[in-house]
C-alpha cells in the first residue's frame, strides 16, 4: 500500500512540477526562466524515482537509476544558475562555469560506462509489498555522483545562509523560506541515504521543494512584514494620517496625527471631534483633490492642506477613508512674499502696474475717482542730486500718499515718476475733500527738514461715473494731469468735459 500510495505522489508532483515550468517560463519575472529551468530539471529524477519505485523490473529499475542519477546532475546545474541569479550573484570568470559543466560531464560518462564496467551502481532485489525492489548498491562512481551533488548543495545552502545574514530584514525572509525549504529537502535524502530504507522517499522532497521555489519566487510577498514596514513607514512621515472607518470614526493615526490632535492612551475616537474643532466639517468633504485650509496651532495660525480619499474593500466596497494633512504653512508664506512682490513696487511698498491690472477689474468704476499723480521736474532732482535722493524723494512721496488716503484706498506707482490713486466709494460732490488731500502732500513734500530734496506734485482726477472703463478713467485723468502743468505744476485740476 505504502508503495502505491508513493507512485501516486510521484505522478502527481511530475504533473504539477510541468505545470509550473510552463508557468513560471511564460511568467514575466526576471527570475522566470531559472525557475522554469530548476522545475523542469527535477522532472527527470522524479521520472526515474517513479519507475523504480513502480517496477518490479530489474533491466527498468536500472533505467530508472539512470534517469534519477543523470537528472540529479542537472538539477544541481539549474539549482546553482537559479540560486546565483536569485541572489544577484555575478561570476565574471567563465572558467568555473567550465569547471562545474566538466565536473557533472564527467559524472554523466562514468554512468554511461556503468553498463560495460559496473564503476557506478548495481542494483539488489528487496521484497517491498510481495514483489521486488531494486536498490542501489554505490560503487566508486556512485561515491564520486555524491560527493559532487552534494558539494554543489551544500554550496547553495551556504550561499544562501550568508544571504539570509547579510540582507535587509525583507530579502532575509525571501532568502531564509528558499534556505529552510532547502535544509528540510538535504536532510530528507540523507535520512534515506545512511537509513538504508526500502523505498526512495527523498524525491518526494526535492518535488515539494520545486513547488515551493516556484511559489516564493514568482508569487509570494511577506505581507507580515511589509505591513509592519509600511506602518513604520507612515508612522513617521511629517504629514499626519488619519484612517477612518465607513461611519467616520478615527480607527488609526500616525505619530504626526497623534501629536496634532492631542490624542491619549491610543484612543484614536479622540482625533475626529479634534479634527472638527481645528478645520470645522472639511474633513467630511468628499471633493476630490486637496483642499487648503487655514486652522489655529496656540497662538499661532498655519496653513494645512487636506486631501481625503476612499478605501475599498477586495469587492470594491467602500471600507471608509483615510485622511491626510500636511502643513504648508512656510510655503503659503513663500507664495504669499511672491505674489506681494509681483504686485508691489520694491522701493515704495506701494502696488505696481500689475497690481494696478489685477486689482481695476474688481473695483466699481462707478464709486472710483482716480488720482494720477506726477513728481513735478523728477529728471532734474536727479540730476541734481543723485539716485539716491530721487529714491528718497519717490518713496517720501508714497508714504505721505498713504498716510492722507484711506486704508481702502488703492496706490500703484505705475511709472518712473508717476503714480496712481484710486479712492474707492467715492462721491464727486466731495471734491473739495480730494483737492485738500493733494494740497496737503504738496506741504509736505516742500518740507525741507527731512534732508530730502523739496519737490511738488502736480495731480490730475477725475471721476469713474464719467467713464466707461478704467483705461477711459485714465485717459481723463491723464488729460486733467496736462491742464495741471499748463497751469504750473505743484497743484491738481479735476477732468471736465471738452478737455
Same mark, same amino acid.
Given at each position: 500500500?505504502? *508503495?502505491? @500510495?508513493?507512485?501516486? &505522489?510521484?505522478?502527481?508532483?511530475?504533473?504539477?512540477?510541468?505545470?509550473? #515550468?510552463?508557468? %513560471?517560463? +511564460?511568467?514575466?519575472?526576471?527570475?522566470?526562466?531559472?525557475?522554469?529551468?530548476?522545475?523542469?530539471?527535477?522532472?527527470?529524477?522524479?521520472?526515474?524515482?517513479?519507475?523504480?519505485?513502480?517496477?518490479?523490473?530489474?533491466?527498468?529499475?536500472?533505467?530508472?537509476?539512470?534517469?534519477?542519477?543523470?537528472?540529479?546532475?542537472?538539477?544541481?546545474?539549474?539549482?546553482?544558475?537559479?540560486?546565483?541569479?536569485?541572489?544577484?550573484?555575478?561570476?565574471?570568470?567563465?572558467?568555473?562555469?567550465?569547471?562545474?559543466?566538466?565536473?557533472?560531464?564527467?559524472?554523466?560518462?562514468?554512468?554511461?560506462?556503468?553498463?560495460?564496467?559496473?564503476?557506478?551502481?548495481?542494483?539488489?532485489?528487496?521484497?517491498?509489498?510481495?514483489?521486488?525492489?531494486?536498490?542501489?548498491?554505490?560503487?566508486?562512481?556512485?561515491?564520486?555522483? *555524491?560527493? @559532487?551533488?552534494?558539494? &554543489?548543495?551544500?554550496?547553495?545552502?551556504?550561499?544562501?545562509?550568508?544571504? #539570509?545574514?547579510? %540582507?535587509? +530584514?525583507?530579502?532575509?525572509?525571501?532568502?531564509?523560506?528558499?534556505?529552510?525549504?532547502?535544509?528540510?529537502?538535504?536532510?530528507?535524502?540523507?535520512?534515506?541515504?545512511?537509513?538504508?530504507?526500502?523505498?526512495?522517499?527523498?524525491?518526494?522532497?526535492?518535488?515539494?521543494?520545486?513547488?515551493?521555489?516556484?511559489?516564493?519566487?514568482?508569487?509570494?510577498?511577506?505581507?507580515?512584514?511589509?505591513?509592519?514596514?509600511?506602518?513604520?513607514?507612515?508612522?513617521?512621515?511629517?504629514?499626519?494620517?488619519?484612517?477612518?472607518?465607513?461611519?467616520?470614526?478615527?480607527?488609526?493615526?500616525?505619530?504626526?496625527?497623534?501629536?496634532?490632535?492631542?490624542?491619549?492612551?491610543?484612543?484614536?475616537?479622540?482625533?475626529?471631534?479634534?479634527?472638527?474643532?481645528?478645520?470645522?466639517?472639511?474633513?467630511?468633504?468628499?471633493?476630490?483633490?486637496?483642499?487648503?485650509?487655514?486652522?489655529?496651532?496656540?497662538?499661532?495660525?498655519?496653513?494645512?492642506?487636506?486631501?481625503?480619499?476612499?478605501?475599498?474593500?477586495?469587492?470594491?466596497?467602500?471600507?471608509?477613508?483615510?485622511?491626510?494633512?500636511?502643513?504648508?504653512?512656510?510655503?503659503?508664506?513663500?507664495?504669499?512674499?511672491?505674489?506681494?512682490?509681483?504686485?508691489?513696487?520694491?522701493?515704495?511698498?506701494?502696488?505696481?502696474?500689475?497690481?494696478?491690472?489685477?486689482?481695476?477689474?474688481?473695483?466699481?468704476?462707478?464709486?472710483?475717482?482716480?488720482?494720477?499723480?506726477?513728481?513735478?521736474?523728477?529728471?532734474?532732482?536727479?540730476?541734481?542730486?543723485?539716485?539716491?535722493?530721487?529714491?528718497?524723494?519717490?518713496?517720501?512721496?508714497?508714504?505721505?500718499?498713504?498716510?492722507?488716503?484711506?486704508?481702502?484706498?488703492?496706490?500703484?506707482?505705475?511709472?518712473?515718476?508717476?503714480?496712481?490713486?484710486?479712492?474707492?466709494?467715492?462721491?464727486?460732490?466731495?471734491?473739495?475733500?480730494?483737492?485738500?488731500?493733494?494740497?496737503?502732500?504738496?506741504?509736505?513734500?516742500?518740507?525741507?527738514?527731512?534732508?530730502?530734496?523739496?519737490?511738488?506734485?502736480?495731480?490730475?482726477?477725475?471721476?469713474?461715473?464719467?467713464?466707461?472703463?478704467?483705461?477711459?478713467?485714465?485717459?481723463?485723468?491723464?488729460?486733467?494731469?496736462?491742464?495741471?502743468?499748463?497751469?504750473?505744476?505743484?497743484?491738481?485740476?479735476?477732468?471736465?468735459?471738452?478737455?
Amino acid at each position: 500500500m505504502m *508503495r502505491n @500510495l508513493v507512485v501516486y &505522489i510521484l505522478i502527481i508532483l511530475v504533473m504539477v512540477l510541468a505545470a509550473c #515550468a510552463m508557468v %513560471a517560463l +511564460r511568467s514575466q519575472k526576471t527570475n522566470g526562466r531559472y525557475v522554469a529551468r530548476l522545475t523542469g530539471a527535477l522532472i527527470a529524477p522524479v521520472i526515474g524515482n517513479l519507475i523504480i519505485t513502480a517496477t518490479g523490473n530489474r533491466t527498468l529499475a536500472t533505467v530508472g537509476c539512470y534517469i534519477y542519477f543523470i537528472g540529479m546532475d542537472i538539477v544541481m546545474s539549474a539549482l546553482l544558475r537559479f540560486t546565483l541569479e536569485y541572489c544577484n550573484i555575478k561570476w565574471h570568470s567563465r572558467n568555473i562555469y567550465i569547471l562545474l559543466y566538466a565536473l557533472l560531464g564527467i559524472d554523466v560518462l562514468q554512468f554511461l560506462c556503468n553498463p560495460f564496467f559496473g564503476n557506478a551502481f548495481s542494483t539488489d532485489a528487496v521484497m517491498v509489498n510481495a514483489f521486488a525492489y531494486y536498490r542501489v548498491i554505490p560503487h566508486a562512481g556512485q561515491v564520486y555522483h *555524491r560527493l @559532487l551533488d552534494y558539494s &554543489i548543495f551544500l554550496s547553495v545552502l551556504l550561499i544562501f545562509l550568508i544571504k #539570509a545574514l547579510r %540582507a535587509s +530584514r525583507y530579502n532575509t525572509e525571501r532568502y531564509s523560506v528558499i534556505l529552510i525549504t532547502m535544509v528540510c529537502t538535504g536532510i530528507f535524502q540523507t535520512f534515506y541515504i545512511f537509513s538504508r530504507t526500502p523505498v526512495d522517499l527523498s524525491m518526494i522532497g526535492y518535488g515539494v521543494f520545486g513547488i515551493l521555489v516556484f511559489y516564493f519566487t514568482l508569487y509570494y510577498r511577506p505581507l507580515r512584514l511589509l505591513d509592519r514596514m509600511l506602518v513604520n513607514v507612515v508612522s513617521d512621515m511629517p504629514e499626519a494620517l488619519f484612517f477612518f472607518d465607513e461611519g467616520g470614526s478615527c480607527i488609526w493615526a500616525n505619530h504626526a496625527g497623534v501629536d496634532m490632535t492631542h490624542i491619549t492612551n491610543d484612543n484614536y475616537e479622540q482625533a475626529s471631534d479634534r479634527l472638527r474643532q481645528l478645520f470645522g466639517d472639511v474633513i467630511q468633504t468628499e471633493e476630490e483633490g486637496p483642499v487648503q485650509c487655514k486652522a489655529c496651532s496656540g497662538d499661532e495660525e498655519k496653513s494645512y492642506v487636506l486631501l481625503r480619499r476612499p478605501l475599498t474593500d477586495s469587492r470594491n466596497r467602500l471600507a471608509g477613508f483615510f485622511l491626510t494633512i500636511r502643513d504648508n504653512t512656510s510655503e503659503q508664506l513663500k507664495l504669499e512674499k511672491r505674489t506681494y512682490e509681483a504686485i508691489h513696487d520694491a522701493l515704495t511698498g506701494v502696488y505696481n502696474r500689475t497690481g494696478y491690472y489685477q486689482i481695476t477689474p474688481d473695483l466699481d468704476l462707478n464709486a472710483t475717482c482716480m488720482f494720477l499723480i506726477d513728481i513735478d521736474d523728477f529728471k532734474s532732482i536727479n540730476d541734481t542730486y543723485g539716485h539716491k535722493a530721487g529714491d528718497k524723494v519717490l518713496q517720501k512721496a508714497a508714504q505721505l500718499t498713504k498716510r492722507y488716503f484711506r486704508a481702502e484706498d488703492y496706490i500703484f506707482r505705475v511709472g518712473g515718476d508717476e503714480f496712481v490713486v484710486l479712492m474707492v466709494r467715492a462721491r464727486e460732490d466731495q471734491r473739495n475733500l480730494a483737492g485738500k488731500k493733494v494740497e496737503h502732500i504738496n506741504n509736505m513734500m516742500n518740507d525741507g527738514n527731512d534732508d530730502i530734496p523739496n519737490a511738488s506734485l502736480s495731480v490730475g482726477i477725475a471721476y469713474g461715473i464719467h467713464a466707461a472703463d478704467f483705461k477711459e478713467l485714465f485717459e481723463q485723468a491723464d488729460h486733467a494731469l496736462y491742464a495741471t502743468k499748463q497751469k504750473g505744476k505743484n497743484g491738481y485740476s479735476f477732468w471736465e468735459k471738452g478737455m
